[in-house]
């Protein structure tokens, strides 16, 4: 997890030299994953420390690699416990620096491995731009050639792995020779290895970024949709009276693979459908793992029920139990969703709020844990808004997001039969993968009034409208009496 706060940039350099001599990289290896929006980057860093009570490690991103990083999270290799991982912002250079805090400090001369795993959103981009039903897809990947560092590195390099054994091309990058006399790039099966390059000075400053620094691009094929949300609006209602949680989901769905050439058949893609060999990188479904003990589901897009989609619930489980099976919902849009081409529809369902709420014995407190989206396979969710709408009366609400949101408010929604409105928390997040799907977890009171301000309320209505009943039969609106 990353935490986030500024410095002055006279005390940022100041400690960015202080710690420079701090740590020996004796051997950095960084693992790229190419996908199609998301890209799996792992990063070891080998440490030696040259001082005693060395505890604060720095990680150096180029400005383009930290833009497309929505992710971090580091460990010691083997351990599963996360490390701090406190963001600085950038330099003078636009070189961002991560500060992670090891676990005890390192004697003189003590190693230690650290990986970094970061996922990039918007990192890979369709070459071609466009193509036909029939032509397969491409995908163009950019990188950084050296992982920059304020430390000096013994040794370097970087894999790059693509999810199939057609690599177009790659660049082979030049004027490395102050690092490497072998071969600055290599390619075996569907992995392409640049390095190693060995003794590499600190590489965060301005004079080294421009000389040596370069990008490297990878061309493959890849066989699955490029799924995208641009938009996300997630709706969460807390029900006390009817013991429920109803989430509702408004999503918009992209394809972001290359966009349609020509014209659409309807009779090609039949065919291919008859034949079992329908274009991989065309979006015909999606499988979602929904919560255990859902009810009321429903599946709707702009022109009203999508009757093609299935559901295979499986049974509640009590909120402290870690759920073992999910619900499956398999979702078939109306039309295959081809490559530039949208979606939007509207999936929400029910759920008991036992399974997600608890009181605090201490204060009283009403504790419920609301999830910050429901993953789409291999998705990445551009921007999303997430209401959570409380119970009318709601008071000393409170609530922790398990990363930063972009903004927050409170607002009230008012609704049938409310009298002064439920509380609404409001949160805007950018960004989202599969890693990001955590609860929020919000707090609150509900004093006994609130609780009868619903009963009270239903009363008031119906004795109004038999009020109004008994004063309408007894007015006479005839002109002529008898």
Do not use: C
Not at 243 to 266: E, T, V, Y
Not at 273 to 288: D, E, N, Q
Not at 295 to 304: A, C, I, S, V
Not at 364 to 383: F, S
């Amino acid at each position: 997890m990353v935490r986030w706060f500024g410095l002055p940039l006279l005390s940022f350099t100041l400690l960015a030299l202080t710690r420079a001599e701090t740590f020996e990289n004796t051997a950095i290896v960084r693992t790229v994953e190419l996908g199609g929006s998301l890209v799996q980057v792992t990063t070891t860093f080998a440490v030696k420390a040259l001082e005693a009570d060395a505890k604060i490690y720095t990680v150096a991103l180029s400005d383009a690699e930290r833009q497309t990083t929505s992710w971090i999270e580091a460990r010691v290799k083997g351990q599963q416990k996360v490390l701090e991982v406190v963001d600085r912002g950038a330099d003078s250079n636009g070189v961002h620096l991560l500060d992670i805090t090891l676990p005890q400090p390192l004697g003189l001369n003590a190693s230690v491995n650290i990986v970094l795993d970061t996922i990039q959103t918007h990192a890979t981009y369709p070459w071609p731009e466009r193509a036909s039903q029939q032509e397969p897809q491409s995908l163009k990947y950019r990188a950084d050639l050296l992982v920059v560092s304020p430390y000096h590195t013994a040794v370097q390099r970087t894999k790059i792995r693509s999810p199939s054994p057609t690599i177009h091309s790659y660049t082979s990058p030049e004027n490395v020779g102050d690092f490497t006399l072998d071969a600055p790039v290599t390619k075996s099966g569907a992995t392409v290895t640049y390095g190693p390059y060995n003794n590499v000075p600190p590489s965060t400053n301005e004079k080294f970024i421009s000389k040596h620094q370069q990008p490297v691009f990878v061309h493959y094929n890849y066989e699955h949709p490029v799924v995208q949300v641009p938009k996300l609006t997630r709706s969460a209602e807390i029900s006390h009276w009817g013991a429920n949680l109803n989430i509702q989901d408004d999503i918009h769905l992209r394809n972001a693979g290359p966009a349609l050439k020509g014209h659409f058949s309807r009779l090609e893609h039949q065919t291919q459908t008859f034949y079992k060999r329908s274009a991989p990188h065309v979006i015909l479904g999606l499988a979602l793992q929904l919560p255990a003990g859902i009810r009321n589901t429903y599946f709707y897009d702009l022109n009203g029920n999508v009757s093609t989609s299935r559901l295979r619930p499986a049974p509640s489980v009590p909120r402290e139990a870690q759920p073992k099976q999910y619900s499956l919902l398999e979702i078939k849009p109306r039309f295959p969703i081809m490559g530039g081409w949208n979606y939007t529809f509207t999936l929400g369902w029910d759920s008991p709020l036992a399974d997600s709420a608890s009181v605090d014995k201490t204060t009283g407190k009403y504790i419920v844990q609301i999830p910050v989206w429901t993953p789409i396979p291999a998705a990445v969710v551009t921007e999303a808004e997430i209401k959570i709408i409380l119970p009318e009366g709601a008071t000393d609400v409170e609530f922790a997001t398990p990363f930063p949101a972009v903004s927050s408010f409170t607002s009230v929604h008012t609704t049938y039969l409310d009298t002064t409105g439920r509380p609404v928390i409001t949160l805007h997040f950018k960004d989202l993968t599969e890693r990001h799907a955590q609860p929020i977890f919000v707090s609150y009171n509900v004093p006994l009034s609130a609780h009868l301000k619903k009963p009270v309320a239903v009363a008031v209505a119906f004795f109004s409208v038999f009020a109004f009943a008994l004063i309408t039969r007894r007015i006479d609106l005839r002109i002529h009496k008898k």
